[in-house]
């Protein structure tokens, strides 16, 4: 969105994701196909039909996120066949985690990192498809990457001195926080154990350790104490 705001794309976006993604790209100006129309898809398409479907030029860009209404094999095999199809096209995922911690009552010994049972796929995972697929590694736009806090401290006049970044996964939301150099405080509520926060590489390895986002309001309290 930011770099069509700057004139420095021009194309259509195909969304392998949800619409409210897909609107956030219209609201800057792009011409942007998939988002929900994805949901109509489901189960409509074989191999054979994919192989027949017109593929337009004109898409620059395949964006994959989260979906849990529309991403199917239609989805998946559209994106691959525009990267794949139209020179240029850019890949681009809106974050890299892989799952999203579940409680399930049917885990009888799950694998686990965190204080749920399970697990289901987030948006890493649904770009991993069609990376797979490809051959093709995609730009992240979230977290890690360090573009998005530049775009939120430009956006918001927000001082890292005085931020924090907190998150239940070591790999994103620790990472990220890290590399922007704010304050970077993980939660046990969530994707990731105190063991393994201990055992995590020095990039991933929190500054803080909470049980709970419950717990930053003492964090919050002790901070203004000493101000």
């Given amino acids: 969105r930011q770099r069509a705001e700057r004139g420095d794309f021009s194309g259509k976006v195909y969304v392998a994701g949800a619409e409210a993604l897909a609107e956030e790209l219209r609201g800057a100006g792009l011409t942007v196909i998939g988002g929900a129309e994805g949901t109509k898809k489901i189960g409509q398409y074989s191999a054979a039909d994919m192989a027949a479907v017109a593929i337009d030029p004109d898409i620059k860009a395949v964006v994959v996120g989260m979906d849990v209404a529309g991403f199917c094999y239609y989805t998946m095999a559209f994106a691959c066949r525009c990267l794949v199809e139209n020179d240029g096209c850019e890949f681009i995922n809106t974050n890299p985690d892989l799952r999203f911690p579940i409680a399930s009552a049917s885990a009888a010994d799950p694998i686990r990192e965190g204080c749920e049972s399970s697990y289901l796929p987030e948006?890493?995972?649904?770009?991993?498809?069609?990376?797979?697929?490809?051959?093709?590694?995609?730009?992240?736009?979230?977290?890690?990457?360090?573009?998005?806090?530049?775009?939120?401290?430009?956006?918001?006049?927000i001082d890292k001195k005085r931020t924090a970044m907190v998150g239940d996964t070591l790999c994103t939301d620790i990472a990220f926080g890290n590399a922007c150099g704010v304050q970077s405080m993980l939660v046990l509520s969530g994707n990731t154990s105190a063991a393994a926060a201990?055992?995590?590489?020095?990039?991933?390895?929190?500054?803080?350790?909470?049980?709970?986002?419950?717990?930053l309001r003492m964090v919050v309290g002790m901070d203004e104490r000493r101000s």
């Avoid at 498809?129 to 360090?146: L, Q």
């Avoid at 201990?198 to 717990?215: F, G, N, T, Y």
């Fill in 123 to 157: 948006a890493g995972a649904l770009a991993a498809v069609v990376a797979a697929c490809t051959g093709r590694t995609p730009v992240v736009c979230g977290k890690p990457s360090t573009l998005a806090m530049e775009l939120i401290c430009a956006e918001h006049g």
């Fill in 198 to 215: 201990a055992a995590a590489v020095a990039d991933e390895r929190p500054k803080m350790i909470l049980r709970s986002v419950a717990d």
